[in-house]
């Protein structure tokens, strides 16, 4: 009946109309017609009964199934809402965890011994949970204190527990700055990048830095650089290269400070990755030690982790030519970085960050200067009994900490039970078009990167001798008359709707480190390159700082960006659908996507790269232990950018008690005591199939090689086609490598 029903009542109306005008169609057998049709339509009367029927059970389905969604609308909204309540108090509850811990912290780390390494040096020190206890003669012992100790059977998971909430607390949108200081074969790497199967701070901080930010409600976009120091020089390791052009003769990248106090380095290439493993793709790649780094838009916040090159004395080295050379720059740099935490954490009225006032550093000493000294605080200026509260605070705002985000878990997971229920009942939610994501983070950059070479044109004829991330800025070139300054250009800031502040926190979560950030990021590179400045012409060597560096640039949306959506997708989806628009505006701007990037550099005949990597990769296994006479300890330092925390429940001092300047003076110390009585160099180099090489001279083998740049090795990877001779070159010379 259907079908004919269907077809009738599709010629109802012309039937209808006839009825009303065309009298001439009433013949016998039109009207035998319609009533037929009238038969048809009219139903029976249990028909009329279950059509009746039917239609409520309709009515009653819709209703039903209206005020289902009503009432899952209505508890998502009251769960967001919670939700959003719940993520401030937690992102107060860490910040305020992390002032009262303090802003520097100091951890050190002693490795295992190996079984070759002497008896006797074990008995050298001892320790406790927070200090380090150095026998320096017969009867004397040195005290070393730290904020945490961790002794040769700690994990990795240990050490990373300890720097969690400081990564965390990047994506609130603070300046983190993390680096390993130590002697060569400390356990710096192992403790930075440590191995596949038992991953250091950087791929755990990346990971939880891609799992926070898919659980968190603001969009993300994570940039990757990665960048060398190295005599003087920062290289950018990502820049396209090919064969012609080869790293070796990549240009030198520039520092530029902007009136802002933000630090860029011009031209750095930045690629965009969406997840861990995308990252893991690029440390697998590289097979470098290095720094992260975090930006948040606006606020610009920074994360960087850093291994620094090894600390050892050139007397203990013997090193000559180039290797003493670059020794001497690495030692005056980490020197220069002693003194600079000294300066701040006595509150010296100068802070060493460079040689005069009219420097690269200007900026970074101005806008870090006082934010640093008043973070810092010397532990023993505090009386016992504040100390006992601070302590006692700490305890319950980790439990706050742990709660809060437990309980931001359980909302979460209930929230993406009713959005599932609701898609269920109303079909999947629309996609989402219209917000475009890369041009709010590559607009930026665009500006960045064009008026970083618009600075770099003028300073370039600026002392051209020095290494060109020693340049001064463009304000202190101003200043001294150079009139070099060139102002940056104006931002073409996309259109962004006024941001919400729903708490103090959060509000200084997001403004202050605008004020705060510079110091701490850019102090690394300020470090490195003040470091370097007396030297290079006190002495007339070259500069160096052995220390290479992963970026990670993270754009975060505020909320109201977002919310215009109403809904949480995370910035994977979104690339997702956006990615070849994002990609062609990134690329033109300096950004580039990781596929690209890697294309780039494979069709830029790199082939025979990954090979070659995995050859340069002595793999030595967790048992393996490289040998040193002592486990001399690897000193780990973070530091999170410092403000104000208002939160008037806690009524303590909220100054850091870290003795930093002091531990690091000590640790010189102790590497004198060391290198006269404790230590004796490596004498094994691991291969990759664990056979141990013997060498006849032993001080040859631990120092006879130039310690080679990254890039360089880099570039071997890269450019070179593997053979054996070179792959026998690369297994003996290196004495060790990261095991990526
Ligand atoms: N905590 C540890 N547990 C086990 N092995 C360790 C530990 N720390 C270091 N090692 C091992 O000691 C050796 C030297 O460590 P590592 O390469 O990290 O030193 P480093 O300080 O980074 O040296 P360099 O300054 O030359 O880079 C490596 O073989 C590493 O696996």
């Not at 001439?24 to 037929?36: D, G, I, N, R």
């Given at each position: 009946m259907d079908v004919k029903l269907a077809r009738t009542m599709r010629n109802l109306p012309d039937t209808?109309?006839?009825?009303?005008?065309?009298?001439?169609?009433?013949?016998?057998?039109?009207?035998?017609?319609?009533?037929?049709?009238?038969?048809?339509?009219?139903?029976?009367?249990?028909?009329?009964?279950?059509?009746?029927?039917k239609a409520e059970n309709i009515d009653q389905d819709n209703t039903e199934s209206d005020s289902k969604v009503e009432k899952i609308q209505a508890e998502l909204v009251s769960l967001n809402a919670q939700l959003k309540q719940i993520t401030l108090q937690r992102r107060e509850a860490l910040n305020n965890y992390l002032d009262l811990k303090g802003n520097i912290r100091v951890f050190c780390r002693t490795r295992p011994f190996h079984h070759e390494e002497s008896y006797s040096s074990r008995n050298l020190f001892t320790l406790d949970e927070s200090n380090v206890f150095l026998k320096v003669a017969e009867t004397k012992r040195k005290q070393y204190k730290f904020d945490k100790v961790f002794d040769p059977f700690s994990t990795q998971g240990d050490v990373f527990s300890e720097v969690e909430p400081v990564i965390k607390s990047a994506l609130d949108g603070y300046n983190v700055c993390i680096f390993a200081y130590g002697q060569t074969g400390s356990g710096k790497t192992y403790t930075m990048e440590g191995k596949p199967t038992n991953l250091g701070v950087i791929p755990r901080g990346i990971q939880t830095l891609f799992n926070r930010a898919s659980e968190c409600n603001n969009r993300f976009l994570f940039t990757f650089s990665m960048l060398e120091i190295y005599m003087g020089n920062i290289r950018d390791l990502l820049a396209p290269r090919n064969k012609n052009n080869g790293l070796k003769n990549a240009p030198s990248l520039s520092i530029k400070s902007d009136p802002d106090g933000g630090i860029e380095i011009e031209d750095l290439v930045a690629v965009t990755v969406n997840s861990f493993q995308e990252v893991k793709r690029f440390l697998i790649r590289i097979s470098l030690t290095s720094l992260n780094m975090t930006e948040r838009r606006k606020a610009k916040n920074k994360l960087w982790m850093i291994d620094l090159g090894g600390s050892e004395r050139l007397v203990k080295t013997k090193a000559t030519g180039k290797r003493l050379k670059e020794g001497k720059a690495i030692n005056l740099s980490l020197s220069a970085l002693g003194d600079v935490i000294d300066a701040l954490q006595t509150k010296?009225?100068?802070v060493p960050y460079s040689p005069n006032e009219g420097d690269l550093c200007e900026t970074i000493c101005t806008l870090g200067f006082a934010t640093r000294v008043r973070s810092i605080r010397l532990e023993s200026e505090e009386p016992p009994e504040v100390k006992a509260r601070k302590e006692t605070v700490i305890i319950d705002l980790g439990q706050k900490v742990s709660n809060l985000e437990h309980e931001c878990e359980d909302i979460r997971r209930k929230i993406k039970n009713l959005e599932e229920t609701m898609e269920q009942l109303t079909g999947p939610p629309p996609t989402i078009s219209n917000f475009d994501m890369s041009h709010l983070s590559s607009e930026e950059l665009k500006t960045d990167v064009s008026s970083n070479v618009r600075s770099s044109k003028n300073q370039r004829e600026v002392s051209s001798s020095l290494p060109r991330f020693m340049k001064p800025t463009a304000s202190s070139q101003h200043r001294t008359g150079l009139n070099y300054y060139t102002p940056v250009i104006k931002r073409i800031k996309p259109p962004v709707p006024p941001r919400r502040r729903p708490s103090s926190v959060y509000a200084e979560s997001v403004t202050v480190p605008v004020n705060a950030a510079p110091w701490q990021s850019e102090c690394s590179m300020s470090m490195t390159s003040d470091m370097n400045?007396?030297?290079?012409?006190?002495?007339?060597?070259?500069?160096?700082?052995?220390?290479?560096?992963?970026?990670?640039?993270?754009?975060i949306f505020s909320e109201h960006d977002k919310s215009s959506h109403d809904q949480v997708t995370c910035y994977t989806d979104y690339q997702l659908a956006e990615s070849r628009d994002m990609q062609n505006k990134t690329e033109v701007k300096g950004i580039v996507d990781i596929d690209n990037w890697l294309d780039q550099q494979i069709v830029e005949k790199t082939s025979t790269y990954q090979s070659k990597q995995v050859l340069d990769i002595p793999r030595v296994t967790e048992g393996e232990i490289y040998v040193s006479s002592i486990p001399s300890p690897t000193i780990m330092a973070c530091t999170k950018a410092d403000r104000q925390v208002k939160d008037k429940r806690i009524d303590l001092a909220l100054q850091p008690s870290t003795d930093y300047a002091q531990d690091i003076k000590q640790t010189k110390i102790a590497n004198q005591f060391t290198a006269q009585e404790l230590?004796?160099?490596?004498?094994?180099?691991?291969?990759r199939n664990n056979e141990v090489k013997g060498h006849k001279d032993k001080n040859h083998v631990y120092h006879g090689k130039p310690r080679r740049s990254l890039q360089e090795k880099l570039e071997e990877c890269m450019l070179e086609k593997p053979n054996k001779d070179s792959r026998s070159h690369s297994l003996q010379d290196e004495k060790h490598k990261i095991a990526y």
């Open positions: 209808l109309s006839s009825l009303m005008g065309f009298n001439k169609q009433l013949t016998p057998s039109w009207t035998e017609s319609v009533s037929h049709i009238i038969d048809g339509l009219a139903p029976t009367k249990p028909q009329m009964t279950l059509m009746v029927q010296k009225s100068h400045w007396t030297p290079s012409i006190q002495d007339g060597t070259e500069c160096s700082q052995d220390a290479s560096e992963y970026e990670i640039k993270q754009v230590c004796t160099p490596p004498f094994k180099e691991f291969c």
